[in-house]
């Protein structure tokens, strides 16, 4: 009598999980993994409950920004470059009510702020603003501060930023406070 038994073909697997391995390997090596653009910045906190928080502003402390929708820029309803903005920010910012600044003379009669503590920068945009010009405007206005507070570290405790203890950073940031007031058009 015949046996019938029947035998089946088996596939080694062994070499399935080493090539399995080895194009895991490969797409995460070679993928391209994308770094997202942001702005770094922190959201005021909630006003405390009986503190009048909606404080008035003189006009001479506060710069005023808008981009349109064809992305230029306007500085106090002049037309500026953004080449420009960042050392008009910092006349802006830095000259504690001297009405000689360089920001005074291409921008009328306004004189700038009081001091760099009561200094607010307003920032306003069109809906149809692109996001790089944005950004870019973000950049200079930053660059603005970085330089104000980089120069003040240099002159007062001798060390760049970055070497800064916690106290001197503190004291740093009181004395150039970041200041941005955002609203987008409607």
């Not at 009561?118 to 920032?123: D, P, R, T, Y």
Request: charged share 25%.
């Amino acid at each position: 009598m015949k046996n019938s038994r029947r035998y089946s073909v088996e596939v080694n697997a062994g070499s399935m999980t080493d090539i399995a391995f080895l194009l895991l390997i490969f797409f995460l090596v070679t993928a391209v993994i994308p770094k997202d653009k942001g702005i770094s910045r922190t959201l005021p906190s909630d006003c405390p409950p009986g503190v009048h928080c909606n404080a008035d502003i003189a006009q001479r402390n506060l710069l005023q920004i808008y981009i349109n929708s064809e992305d230029q820029l306007m500085v106090d309803n002049q037309l500026v470059f953004i080449a420009e903005l960042k050392a008009l920010a910092v006349d802006f910012l830095d000259n504690n009510g001297d009405s000689s600044c360089d920001y005074c003379s291409g921008l009328g009669t306004k004189t700038s702020s009081d001091n760099p503590s009561k200094a607010v920068i307003s920032l306003r945009n069109d809906k149809l603003t692109s996001y790089n010009f944005y950004i870019a405007v973000q950049d200079e206005l930053s660059k603005a501060y970085y330089e104000l507070r980089t120069d003040y570290a240099k002159s007062h405790f001798n060390k760049n930023p970055d070497e800064l203890n916690e106290n001197e950073l503190k004291t740093l940031r009181e004395v150039y406070p970041f200041l941005l007031s955002e609203a987008a058009l409607k």
